[in-house]
């Protein structure tokens, strides 16, 4: 089992709409739980943390986490074109080492 | 602030070399992590510098090895590349500790064995 799963992916969604990116992880002893964009070709943007079970939102995004289930989700409303890119789910295992997921490709049409 | 920032960009090496890669964390961070990105196995941890000192170490051999200077600029390097070495390398800075433990991305460096 790997430790950070996420669906690959492309998840489609038109322009307009609500995303919804899913990730669950294996170490129940993780606190820190991190979202990250990566444009192609680009480094990894770091675009929501969530260290507490519930939810979390910053603008169009919100952050959910649940400990118990060991899943974390991301929620993207009024999606733009510009959201387009590869989702990365991570998990701090501890002393900053950041587990990765493999990411979930959105694509938003317009 | 300025980001974080790593030199160089992109580096195109034969095999048998070695390499050193280098970056400056945010101002301020005190934490700087190293991944290894590629196609194949996606991203994965090298290793992480917190005051000069060496906390965790990722699955790698020990031909990757890293430190970290008392500004918290951080070099990484690679002796006897691989043609598997080819990725990109990207090195994150965080406050640590109290500071919150977010890690920011720098743009990373293209490395390419021949």
């Known amino acids: 089992q790997k430790e950070v799963e996420q669906n690959s992916g492309p998840l489609s969604v038109p322009e307009g709409a609500i995303a919804s990116l899913n990730c669950t992880y294996s170490?129940?002893?993780?606190?820190?739980f991190f979202w990250y964009r990566q444009y192609s070709g680009k480094s990894p943007e770091l675009i929501m943390f969530i260290y507490s079970n519930g939810d979390k939102e910053d603008g169009r995004f919100t952050a959910q986490l649940n400990k118990a289930s060991q899943y974390v989700s991301l929620l993207i409303r009024d999606s733009q074109p510009s959201d387009s890119a590869t989702y990365l789910c991570a998990v701090n295992t501890g002393f900053q080492k950041l587990v990765f997921g493999t990411g979930t490709r959105l694509l938003v049409s317009p | 602030k300025a980001g974080v920032t790593q030199t160089p960009r992109y580096l195109i090496k034969t095999r048998g070399q070695q390499v050193t890669l280098s970056c400056s964390p945010i101002s301020g961070h005190r934490s700087v992590s190293w991944y290894q990105q590629t196609p194949g196995q996606g991203l994965q941890f090298l290793f992480e510098y917190f005051s000069e000192t060496q906390r965790n170490k990722g699955n790698f051999p020990g031909r990757f090895s890293g430190r970290q200077f008392s500004n918290s600029r951080s070099e990484m390097n690679v002796s006897t590349l691989e043609l598997g070495d080819s990725a990109l390398y990207l090195c994150a800075s965080s406050p640590a500790g109290g500071g919150g433990y977010e890690q920011y991305f720098g743009p990373g460096t293209r490395l390419t064995v021949t």
């Open positions: 170490d129940r002893g993780s606190q820190s």
